[in-house]
């Protein structure tokens, strides 16, 4: 069985005095996507053990009881310990994976960027040819990572990732490291967006794949599934 490799974040700063980390839903749509698909995960961190999860806006017991697909995999025990001892990037071989997912929530912004072991392994699928995905904060893993030969990963690509409309309507920009849609163009992203923000939106670009928001995290999902049969169709060929 195929296996795709899912990040998840070990940040969990305050902002506006609530804790925040991985949006929840954004994980588990896109792991309900590949799992129905037939495809088995692996869930990691930049440090591994305890993800945390973003309680800013609702509470955990009220993201799984207002989401079915939050309720399917929060009622998994394995799904369960798998948040509660997340395993650690670097401990994994890039050739054990087909596929990569940096799922988002506002702690991305804090550890992807500085992970260097998480910078590496996304730097080994990329020059092994695998395909990276991420959604809306979890983007921001792709703005420094390098290729072979040191050029940024995102520059001339088109993608996409949590603009700075929607962190404004969020009401975290000013408490941010940085903002990721500047940063995407700053490392010359063709960055794009919706201009009705909290819509979905999904940019494939060759093995690039990214969603806008947590909206987008199917989305992603469905394109990953669709590019790895792809894959498998033309090696049958």
């Given at each position: 069985?195929?296996?795709i ?11 506006h005095?609530?804790?925040t ?46 989401d ?15 948040l ?40 080994q ?9 991420g ?40 408490e ?15 960055y ?9 939106r ?24 669709l ?9 049958a060929?």
């Amino acid at each position: 069985m195929e296996k795709i490799l899912l990040i998840a974040t070990n940040a969990c700063p305050l902002l506006h005095g609530k804790p925040t980390g991985l949006w929840l839903s954004e994980l588990t749509h896109f792991a309900a996507v590949v799992v129905d698909a037939g495809y088995a995960y692996d869930l990691a961190s930049p440090r591994g053990g305890k993800i945390p999860i973003d309680e800013r806006r609702k509470s955990v017991q009220g993201q799984v009881a207002s989401d079915p697909v939050n309720a399917r995999f929060m009622a998994d025990p394995a799904f369960t310990a798998k948040l509660a001892n997340s395993l650690t990037v670097s401990d994994l071989r890039a050739e054990d994976y087909v596929a990569l997912y940096l799922s988002g929530g506002h702690g991305t912004m804090f550890d992807f960027r500085s992970s260097e072991p998480l910078q590496r392994m996304i730097s080994q699928l990329w020059t092994g040819g695998k395909l990276l995905s991420g959604v809306c904060h979890g983007v921001s893993g792709f703005v420094d990572s390098v290729g072979a030969g040191g050029e940024p990963l995102v520059r001339g690509k088109r993608v996409t990732g949590f603009s700075n409309f929607e962190d404004t309507l969020d009401g975290s920009r000013r408490e941010l490291p940085f903002l990721l849609e500047d940063a995407l163009k700053a490392n010359g992203a063709d960055y794009r967006k919706n201009w009705l923000p909290f819509t979905s939106r999904v940019e494939t670009d060759g093995s690039l794949i990214t969603g806008q928001n947590p909206q987008s995290a199917r989305g992603v999902g469905e394109a990953v599934v669709l590019s790895l049969a792809s894959r498998r169709a033309r090696a049958a060929n």
